[in-house]
């Protein structure tokens, strides 16, 4: 069992024993609504830079920055060591979307007690619609925004989603969820047949729109693509949230940095993700922070996108004392990136498919290992000797140092092992109103326990690794320990069909190879959840003890809910049953758990799939 003994996970706080200290007020900073403090702001922390300084110092007040900067990021922390930003609860509040706070090759940074925002006055978010009308041949229909009083001119649509219209909070049993135009994130190659299944696994509608008028000040009228969907799937008194903003930018973006502590920070919007990390970071410490909507607001959106987010990493990190919600996207991701799709040019040198330069970070001397289409190993790694990007066809020309496989198969899988997001603690975090899932785990030994999850549309907890249109994510969990949390009202969508999910997602379906593996789920109390509370694949080496589980399965999971936009049938048309559910797994032990029941339920059992399934040891449980 993983202990904080195990992780070892030390994160250095700054260090400088000099006293200095420089205001932003002594390089013109100003609360003054009309002044922008991008440059005030920035030529103190140049001057920091400069001097040595062992922090900056941001008087209490409300700073705006109007300006677009100039290079990419309002403030740019770069190059510094053993230096903390001090905010003593001063508001920035931001107006273009580029990065609020950029830290990039620095050692030993402290930020605390700042209040990040965005100027919804002038750019909302998010907004919440209520359809009131729908035309009787499902050739349009209206859909009223109760929060304005005029509906802005510039107000474009990136995604639609379900929202309860009584707990005014993300999800509600039954929604849907589309994109109003073409889903712009895929990423198609030259292997069509593939491009194909991995489109299957995004099981997003979009396209649904052909057109938006408005028809009274606060009211809009929606043309669209398919009046039978919309006759059959639109209801008069459905309520919606509007996202305007998806991946626009980060709040708060680390690169190449490590023993990064960010302290007592309140975030309440950003149009993209909040905290998120990439490259060479290690050492990341998020303690007594806020991702949530602004108190005395009717805000529906905290951040576009993830609350905390790591793309890439070489790990070590801790989460704790934190409360996310409202997101647009996950409360906390935290993966290395993968990539699918393979051409041998010859002995040495391999075109790698569908690859964005931001995700892979592919560099000289990386070790790259190959995997078979299904992830299981295929004995291979070698260091890259030379890259070639093409950005616009989203290919690379990799060279290894040694012999490539001779035959490999096109789906071939690519791990760059320079990363291992791995060793990790999310403790005592509340995670809340969210929509998508509550943490999202693709990194390998971690502890996540005395949290608690309310109010999650998608899955609370999330283990997977796979490769779609989209993107590619994670190499695998191993040694992770899940205990003493409280999930709520989770899988209010049914998106993966369980509150604790753990499976790939992959073109040629799931793996019986066991990427997950060494798994403990203990101690937890699961209650009020649509579907199942737990669906366990692709893994060996799991044990369920002594979890509560209180009001499963109050849906027939015959029904169809499946978590996708069109409410259809189930990924890889697979079959469900049960409260905890197995399949493609060896080694799992399902032991002294509880189950309860105060309303219906339509399944109390525990399943095991006989035919991919051994050594499954199923006793001592109660109430199922």
Known sequence: MLTYENLNIQIDLPQSNNQITVNVHDFGASTQ???????????????????????????????YFHSDPPHGAYLTLDGLTDFTVEGCGSELIFEHPKMYIRVVNSTRIRLCNLVLDWNWELAPLSSVGVVTHLETNGAYFDMAFPTYQEIPENWPIRIVGPYDPVLYSPGT????????????????????????????????????????????????RFYTTDSDWTAQRMK???????????????????????????????????????????????????????????????????????????????GYFIIEDCDFGYAGDDCINIHDNTTMGVRRLDDYTLLALRVRKSSLLFGVDDLVELRNPDLSPMDFSSELTGITYDEQQF????????????????????????????????????????????????GSNGIVENNI???????????????????????????????????????????????????????????????FNNIWIEDNTIINCPRMAMF??????????????????????????????????????????????????????????????????YDKTIFADADSTRNITIEHNVGF
């Open 173 to 220: 049993p039954g929604g849907i969820e589309y994109r109003p135009y073409k889903n712009e994130h895929a990423i198609t190659s030259d292997q069509e047949e593939t491009d194909s299944q991995m489109q299957q696994l995004v099981r997003e509608l979009s396209n649904v729109i052909l057109g938006i008028e408005k028809i009274h000040s606060n009211t809009m």
């Open 395 to 442: 290919v690379c020309k990799l060279t290894f140092k040694d012999v490539l496989p001779e035959h490999l198969d096109e789906n071939t899988v690519l791990f760059n092992r320079r990363f291992s997001t791995n060793h990790f603690i999310i403790r005592n975090n509340r995670f809340t109103n969210n929509r998508a899932r509550g943490v999202l785990i693709h």
């Open 453 to 515: 999850f309310d109010s999650i549309q998608g899955a609370a907890i999330q283990i997977e690794a796979g490769c779609e249109s989209r993107w590619s994510e994670g190499t695998g969990v191993h040694q992770l320990a899940i205990r003493h949390n409280i999930f709520r009202n989770c899988d209010l969508n049914a998106w993966q069909m369980a509150v604790i999910y753990m499976g790939v997602y992959l073109p040629g379906g799931r793996t019986s190879f066991p990427i």
């Open 236 to 314: 008069q008194g459905q309520c919606y949230n509007l996202r305007h903003y998806e991946y626009d930018t980060v709040a708060i973006f680390l690169f190449d940095s490590s023993h990064i502590t960010v302290d007592h920070v309140i975030l309440y919007s950003c149009p993209g993700s909040g905290f998120v990390g990439n490259g060479n970071i290690h050492h990341i410490h998020i303690q007594s922070c806020k991702v949530t909507i602004r108190p005395g607001t009717d805000r529906s959106l905290s951040t576009a996108a993830d609350c905390f987010h790591i793309a890439n990493s070489k």
């Open 33 to 63: 609504q009309q002044v922008c403090n991008q440059q005030p702001f920035q030529q103190a922390i140049e001057h920091c830079k400069a001097i040595g300084a062992s922090s900056l110092f941001i008087p209490k007040g409300i700073y």
């Open 536 to 601: 366990l694949s692709s893994c060996q080496n799991v044990s369920v003890r002594r979890n509560a589980i209180i009001n499963s399965n109050q849906i027939p999971l015959e029904q169809h809910s499946y978590g996708s936009s069109q409410q259809e049938t189930p990924v890889y048309d697979e079959f469900y049953s049960g409260v905890i559910h197995i399949v493609n797994a060896s080694d799992v032990s399902v032991t002294l758990n509880k189950c309860v029941t105060t309303t219906v339920q």
